[in-house]
């Protein structure tokens, strides 16, 4: 079996662990409160705003008019807070991603280390500090080339290409930094960044497919317009659900690999040496007597 596949089973086996399950409430309990008071406070004028902008614009009033001359009633009303969510869904996602490498990826790596590879050496490679600047700047990488591509987003193949490459490349930096911080050494893992960059980048861009996915499935419904700030909550928790697997599954594969390649160099047992025999003395024969 694949070692992708194998660990993309096994991450899916531990999503039912009771601990996962909690662990993947916390996001939902603190970014909820969140998303509930940015929606309260800002929902209705960001979407007045939109609107605004849309009605200076001539272009768009243009179509939107002639559009509903062939019978697209309330299409206006509804561009406006399909715009936002949009413009939202990928925050999600950035932000979802953080919190989980910040609270969920060390306890799921620890969990996935003792269950598994409890005799693997801790060699502290990287440190929490480390990881949230790297974080942090290829986060910043991810939403500038995310800002950059948006005009692709237009043409209907690469929509559906552009954003998942670019979050799977992001969950890939940043999950295997995170994922191999306390066992592997700083040589080690990099090492283990150049031997599988392949297979890492796939597994990121997979996470970054799943991580798409509801925003295909809402922006087909126009219920989750009207009830956004409602729903908010409830997207965020599914896609910490999809970064907690996505950790799994890189946890379960570095850790695997890394145990590998320490014995692939561990040194080779000195062959056994044979036992040395000394012959046995020679007794002269006595002449007859």
Not at 213 to 232: E, K, M, Q
Not at 250 to 269: K, N, Q, T, V, Y
Request: proline residues 8%.
């Amino acid at each position: 079996m694949s070692p992708v596949v194998d660990a993309a089973w096994r991450a899916a086996a531990y999503c039912l662990h009771p601990r996962v399950i909690f662990l993947s409430l916390l996001p939902l309990v603190l970014m909820g409160l969140v998303a509930l008071g940015l929606a309260y406070w800002f929902w209705a004028p960001a979407v007045a705003a939109v609107e605004s902008s849309l009605g200076t614009m001539v272009g768009v009033s243009t179509v939107l008019g002639w559009l509903e001359g062939w019978g697209l009633v309330g299409l206006k009303a509804m561009l406006a807070p399909l715009l936002l969510v949009t413009v939202v869904t990928p925050v999600i996602v950035v932000v979802s991603l953080l919190v989980v490498a910040a609270l969920m990826t060390p306890a799921m790596v620890t969990l996935v280390a003792k269950r598994r590879f409890a005799t693997l050496e801790l060699k502290h490679g990287g440190s929490a500090i480390a990881g949230a600047f790297a974080a942090f700047f290829f986060t910043l990488v991810a939403v500038l080339v995310m800002l950059v591509s948006i005009p692709l987003w237009f043409i209907p193949p690469l929509v559906l290409i552009v954003p998942p490459l670019i979050w799977g490349w992001l969950t890939c930096k940043v999950m295997t930094y995170d994922v191999l911080a306390e066992h592997a050494s700083a040589e080690e893992r990099l090492e283990l960044s150049r031997r599988h960059r392949g297979a890492l980048l796939v597994i990121g861009v997979i996470s970054g497919y799943l991580g798409a996915a509801p925003s295909l499935v809402w922006a087909s419904g126009a219920l989750f317009i009207t009830l956004a700030p409602v729903l908010l909550p409830l997207a965020i928790w599914i896609y910490t659900l999809v970064f907690a697997f996505s950790a799994l599954w890189f946890a379960h594969f570095a850790l695997s690999s890394l145990a590998d390649l320490r014995a692939e160099r561990a040194p080779a047992p000195a062959p056994a040496t044979p036992l040395e025999v000394s012959p046995a003395p020679v007794i002269p024969l006595l002449p007859p007597v």
